[in-house]
């Protein structure tokens, strides 16, 4: 006589609300969680209530330190991106203080820096709530940034009213590549950069009539950003198929 097939077990029931989801949550993803929170609250903090030198003060520290400085301005642009300071205004103080290229690379370093780091402290410590907690809705945007990422990305990054803390954080919560991310980053940050570089570096001059450099460099970078992204995504395309 046979005996009867084994049943599979019966599938784990979802949880019935968000609370629920809540309290079913590992401790170490809640602490993780709980700290992400915590840094962006710190930054918000930090960044309201701090004073900031003025040129002539952080010019002189420069000139007295050497490149160490410069190392230092520049993971001090970088940890600035991860609390809601406005990039702009980094990317016209790097201009105001190195001038138009050596503004440029000093804004384009950190800036990407910057970028990293909010894209790896997010998906490290608030990705698995994220997982863990999407209803429906939420899922299927997500899946549609996994396959868009790039794209997502570089549309935020040229898109002036998105913040570039947002996108980071958004980046790394959501499950697009790395690559994707870091592509779409680097494309998307070119144009504004080179145009707010440009205006901190001739500011002196565009009260006298100077047309800031930036001003003639903007169409060529954004001509190339836009064909650099429709080619990988013509590669990328050529590879799917």
Same mark, same amino acid.
């Given at each position: 006589?046979?005996?009867?097939?084994?049943?599979?077990?019966?599938?784990?029931?979802?949880?019935?609300?968000?609370?629920?989801?809540?309290?079913?949550?590992?401790?170490?993803?809640?602490?993780?969680?709980?700290?992400?929170?915590?840094?962006?609250?710190?930054?918000?903090?930090?960044?309201?209530?701090?004073?900031?030198?003025?040129?002539?003060?952080?010019?002189?520290?420069?000139?007295?330190?050497?490149?160490?400085?410069?190392?230092?301005?520049?993971?001090? !642009? +970088?940890?600035?991106? /991860?609390?809601? @300071?406005?990039? &702009?205004? $980094?990317? =016209?103080?790097? *201009?105001?203080? #190195? %001038?138009?290229?050596?503004?440029?690379?000093?804004?384009?370093?950190?800036?990407?820096?910057?970028?990293?780091?909010?894209?790896?402290?997010?998906?490290?410590?608030?990705?698995?709530?994220?997982?863990?907690?999407?209803?429906?809705?939420?899922?299927?945007?997500?899946?549609?940034?996994?396959?868009?990422?790039?794209?997502?990305?570089?549309?935020?990054?040229?898109?002036?009213?998105?913040?570039?803390?947002?996108?980071?954080?958004?980046?790394?919560?959501?499950?697009?590549?790395?690559?994707?991310? !870091? +592509?779409?980053?680097? /494309?998307?940050? @070119?144009?504004? &950069?080179? $145009?707010? =570089?440009?205006? *901190?570096?001739? #500011? %002196?001059?565009?009260?006298?009539?100077?047309?800031?450099?930036?001003?003639?460099?903007?169409?060529?970078?954004?001509?190339?950003?836009?064909?650099?992204?429709?080619?990988?995504?013509?590669?990328?395309?050529?590879?799917?198929?």
């Amino acid at each position: 006589m046979s005996s009867a097939p084994p049943q599979d077990p019966a599938p784990a029931r979802l949880p019935r609300s968000r609370t629920a989801a809540l309290r079913r949550l590992p401790a170490r993803t809640t602490r993780r969680a709980v700290l992400l929170v915590a840094l962006v609250v710190v930054g918000c903090a930090v960044a309201l209530t701090s004073d900031v030198p003025d040129v002539a003060t952080l010019r002189a520290w420069l000139a007295d330190v050497g490149p160490l400085g410069w190392a230092a301005l520049v993971a001090a !642009l +970088a940890l600035a991106t /991860l609390a809601p @300071v406005p990039r &702009t205004a $980094l990317s =016209v103080l790097a *201009g105001v203080l #190195a %001038g138009f290229w050596g503004g440029l690379a000093l804004a384009l370093t950190s800036g990407l820096l910057g970028a990293a780091a909010g894209f790896l402290l997010a998906r490290r410590l608030g990705r698995e709530v994220v997982t863990r907690l999407a209803g429906p809705r939420l899922a299927r945007a997500d899946a549609r940034l996994s396959e868009r990422g790039f794209l997502a990305v570089l549309v935020g990054r040229l898109t002036p009213i998105a913040p570039f803390t947002a996108v980071s954080y958004a980046g790394g919560l959501s499950g697009m590549r790395w690559r994707d991310y !870091l +592509a779409g980053t680097a /494309l998307g940050v @070119v144009p504004g &950069t080179v $145009l707010h =570089v440009g205006i *901190g570096a001739t #500011a %002196g001059t565009v009260g006298a009539g100077g047309a800031p450099l930036a001003l003639s460099l903007v169409p060529f970078t954004v001509a190339l950003v836009v064909l650099g992204a429709v080619a990988l995504r013509r590669r990328r395309t050529g590879l799917a198929g």
